[in-house]
C-alpha cells in the first residue's frame, strides 16, 4: 500500500468519524446484555444491508443447543419488547427472535484470494451505570437507559469499529480480493457466545482471522498485535436440592441444601494447584434458605475455574466436580450442575502477528506497536473461533487497540478515548488492503 493510498485511507475514516462517535453512543444509550442485543443486531443488519453486504443472521450463524447461559423465554420475549419500544427495526426482528443475536457479513470481491474474517462482540455488561456529572455519558446525556446493563467494556466501541470497518472496506472494495467476513457476536460476557458461532460453521472456511478488543490496561496510541494471555475457563451454576424440615422441631428430617453449598464453597477454594501453569477458582455466589427456622431444601452457587492452559482448566474444572459431588454426598442432597460459560486458552499465529505489526507500523498510527501482552488478561472466548481457525490450518491474532479510559473494564464509571475507534478501523482495513503481499511471502 503506497504512501497515498495510506493518506486515502485514513482521511476516508476522518471524514465519517463524527458519524460513527454518533453511533457508538447511541449503542451505550440503549446498551443491551447478551443475547438480548435485539435492537443492537437490528440496526446493525440494516446499516451492513444498506452498504451491500450479504448477511446471515440469527440460526443461520448461531448454532441453538451450543448456546450457554441463556436467559429465559420469558426475559427474552420481554426484552423483544422493550427493544422494539426503544427503535428496533421490526423487519429485521423475526431473524433475531429467542436471542438468537448473531450476524455475518460478507463481501465477496469476485477476485482470488483468501478469506479473511473480523470478529467485535455487541452485548454488555449486566451493570448500572452511574449517574453524575463527572462520568462524561451521563453529563452529555448518552448514559445507559436500560437499568442492569452498561457498556463497561467497551463492545459498544467494537461494534462501531465493525460497522465502520464495513464502510470503508465497501468504498475500497475495487483495490481488495479474496473474501470478507464481518463477524458480529453476541453474549461475549460470560464467554457465552462464540462457541456456538464456531459450532454454525461460521469461521470453518477462515484463512486469516482477527479478534479486536480496546483499553485492557494497554496506552493510549498503543497496539498489541498478538495477545496470548487469555486463560481458559468454564463457568458453571450449581443447584443442591435436599429436604426442607422444622429447624427446632425436627431438624434430623432435613436434608441441608446450603450447608453442602458452604462446604463445597470451602472445598472449592481449598483445592490444590496444577504444576503446569496458573490457575484459578471462585465461588462468586452464594443463594440459599427461605427462613430462619427451617432447614434449607435449595442452594445455589455460581462457579467458575480457569487456566493458563486448557489442560490446567481442564484439571480444575475435574476436581471442582469431585468436590461438588462429595459435598452433596457427605449432606445427602442432590444436584445439578448447568453449564453457564467457557472459553479456551489460545497463542496467536506468529506470521499473522508480524504481518499486523508491519502494517501498523506502516501507517504510522503509534507510538509503540507491542507484539505480545504480558500479564494475565482474563478470559476471552473469541479463543474458540482462533482455535477452530487454527486446527483447518488458518492463522489468527487478537488485537488489543490501546485508549484512555475513565475507569477499568468491568466498573460502572467506564468510558474511552473514542479516538481509539478510527485507529481500528484504519488499522484493519490495512489488513485487506496488503493482503496480497502477505500471502505472496
Not at 126 to 142: A, I, K, Q
Not at 233 to 244: C, E, M, S
Request: with cysteine.
Amino acid at each position: 500500500m503506497n504512501t497515498s493510498t495510506l493518506q486515502a485511507l485514513c482521511e476516508r475514516v476522518d471524514d465519517y468519524f463524527p458519524e460513527l462517535q454518533k453511533q457508538r453512543r447511541d449503542l451505550h444509550k440503549y446498551a443491551e446484555s447478551g443475547w438480548l442485543e435485539f435492537r443492537t443486531s437490528t440496526l446493525v443488519a440494516e446499516r451492513l444491508n444498506e452498504l451491500g453486504y450479504s448477511l446471515q443472521l440469527g440460526r443461520e450463524v448461531i448454532d441453538a443447543d451450543s448456546r450457554m447461559g441463556l436467559p429465559s423465554a420469558q426475559e427474552l420475549q420481554s426484552q423483544e419488547q422493550r427493544a422494539l419500544e426503544q427503535g428496533a427495526i421490526a423487519r429485521w426482528m423475526p431473524y433475531f427472535s429467542g436471542g438468537f443475536t448473531g450476524i455475518v457479513a460478507t463481501l465477496a470481491t469476485g477476485k482470488p484470494g483468501p478469506t479473511l474474517a473480523y470478529r467485535v462482540d455487541m452485548d454488555a455488561l449486566d451493570l448500572n451505570e452511574v449517574l453524575d456529572d463527572e462520568h462524561r455519558p451521563y453529563r452529555e446525556g448518552f448514559a445507559s437507559l436500560n437499568g442492569g446493563m452498561m457498556h463497561a467494556c467497551g463492545h459498544d466501541g467494537h461494534t462501531t469499529i465493525g460497522l465502520g470497518l464495513a464502510q470503508l472496506l465497501m468504498e475500497l472494495r475495487e483495490e481488495l480480493c479474496g473474501t470478507l467476513k464481518l463477524i458480529f457476536q453476541p453474549a461475549e460476557e460470560g464467554t457465552r457466545g462464540a462457541k456456538s458461532m464456531v459450532a454454525a460453521g461460521v469461521v470453518d472456511d477462515v484463512d486469516f482471522f482477527t479478534a479486536v478488543h480496546i483499553g485492557t490496561g494497554v496506552p493510549a496510541d498503543h497496539i498489541v498485535c498478538g495477545n496470548d494471555t487469555f486463560m481458559a475457563t468454564t463457568k458453571l451454576d450449581v443447584t443442591f436440592t435436599g429436604v426442607a424440615a422444622h429447624a427446632g422441631g425436627n431438624p434430623e428430617q432435613g436434608r441441608n441444601a446450603l450447608l453442602a453449598a458452604a462446604q463445597a464453597t470451602l472445598g472449592l477454594h481449598a483445592l490444590p494447584r496444577h504444576s503446569g501453569g496458573s490457575s484459578r477458582i471462585n465461588v462468586g455466589v452464594l443463594q440459599a434458605g427461605t427462613g430462619r427456622n427451617v432447614v434449607p431444601s435449595s442452594a445455589m452457587m455460581k462457579v467458575e475455574t480457569r487456566g493458563s492452559t486448557n489442560e490446567v482448566n481442564e484439571f480444575i474444572y475435574q476436581q471442582a466436580l469431585k468436590v461438588i459431588s462429595g459435598a452433596a454426598e457427605m449432606y445427602q442432597v442432590k444436584f445439578e450442575t448447568k453449564l453457564m460459560g467457557a472459553a479456551q486458552s489460545s497463542k496467536p499465529t506468529e506470521a499473522w502477528v508480524n504481518y499486523i505489526h508491519r502494517q501498523a507500523d506502516q501507517l504510522g498510527l503509534f507510538d509503540n506497536i507491542i507484539d505480545r501482552q504480558e500479564g494475565a488478561a482474563g478470559s476471552e472466548d473469541a479463543t474458540y473461533m482462533m482455535e477452530r481457525v487454527k486446527s483447518l490450518g488458518g492463522q489468527a491474532s487478537y488485537v488489543i487497540f490501546g485508549t484512555d479510559l475513565s475507569a477499568g473494564h468491568h466498573n460502572e464509571k467506564f468510558d474511552f478515548d473514542e479516538r481509539v475507534m478510527a485507529q481500528g478501523i484504519k488499522t484493519l482495513a490495512a489488513l485487506a488492503l496488503n493482503i496480497n503481499s502477505f500471502t505472496q511471502e
